[in-house]
């Protein structure tokens, strides 16, 4: 029986969400807080696999007490169970004390019941960092299976998963031990439309929430603004491009028309050191 455990994150909808103009940085309140779309797609491919080998799926989270709607949400997915470590300690997590953070939470859990398969989401969209996955498979000492776009086999008795990894011109066949850590992309799966009894469900959910003192052996230097190295010394909203030039009239026209303009953006075919593309 598998035992996989999903790490998902509470994100803005980046879709929505604006700018400070005068702190630069993102206005979390314009928009409203969502289940990370890739980490959707991981929670939806570890049902999957339960459905099809029988097992288990947790999902675990770090974030503060409105997080929980996201658990909630896995659990409309048809995630079992829902974890989420919850601290003042944990505030301002680069992705290195996020993933010691997250580790020392799967550790907890393992001793729960042994986990076999972990599954991420390629990145989350506030970030874009796709660091968090491969930092904890570092840390337990996992093969890292990044990119995954299809789980072919999971074979629980000799320990072993197949999977397609994408490359940007196809794909690769991996085979890796387990257990293992896999962050996927979101053309791994379609997630449908959660069913009533799973609605129902995740109503009436109340996840188990872990503060630093629930866990073991931790290096509280390791967490939040301590144990995070990377600094962020300026954001801003890049500046929006002027408005276009529509061309008007046929194909023809719009050719002339075009080789005219170019014509007079001589610059852009400009070679440094040389004359240049002669027009």
């Given at each position: ?15 929505i ?24 797609h ?46 003042r ?80 011109d ?16 979101k ?10 009894t ?11 929430i872990w ?18 190295p990377t ?49």
């Amino acid at each position: 029986m598998l035992h996989i455990v999903a790490c998902i994150k509470q994100v803005p909808d980046t879709k929505i969400i604006k700018m400070n103009p005068k702190t630069n940085t993102m206005d979390r309140a314009s928009a409203p807080a969502i289940l990370n779309p890739y980490d959707a797609h991981a929670v939806e491919e570890a049902v999957r696999l339960k459905k099809r080998y029988g097992g288990t799926v947790s999902v675990l989270t770090m974030g503060p007490p409105p997080a929980v709607k996201a658990i909630k949400k896995c659990i409309e997915i048809g995630a079992d169970e829902g974890y989420m470590i919850s601290d003042r300690a944990f505030a301002g997590a680069d992705t290195l004390a996020t993933s010691y953070a997250l580790t020392k939470a799967i550790e907890k859990i393992s001793q729960i019941q042994p986990v076999d398969l972990i599954i991420c989401g390629k990145m989350t969209i506030d970030g874009d960092t796709g660091q968090v996955g491969p930092g904890i498979a570092r840390r337990l000492d996992m093969p890292p299976l990044t990119s995954v776009n299809k789980v072919k086999e999971i074979n629980i008795e000799e320990g072993y998963a197949v999977v397609h990894r994408k490359l940007e011109d196809g794909y690769e066949v991996i085979q890796s031990t387990m257990p293992c850590l896999m962050s996927v992309e979101k053309e791994i799966n379609d997630v449908p439309y959660s069913s009533m009894t799973n609605m129902l469900k995740a109503a009436r959910y109340q996840p188990v929430i872990w503060a630093v003192a629930d866990l073991e052996d931790v290096e509280r230097t390791q967490l939040g603004l301590k144990g995070s190295p990377t600094i962020v010394s300026k954001v801003w909203a890049p500046t929006k491009p002027s408005g276009g030039e529509m061309l008007e009239g046929d194909a023809v026209q719009q050719t002339e028309k075009l080789l005219n303009l170019l014509l007079e953006k001589k610059e852009l075919f400009a070679v440094k050191g040389g004359s240049g593309v002669e027009l």
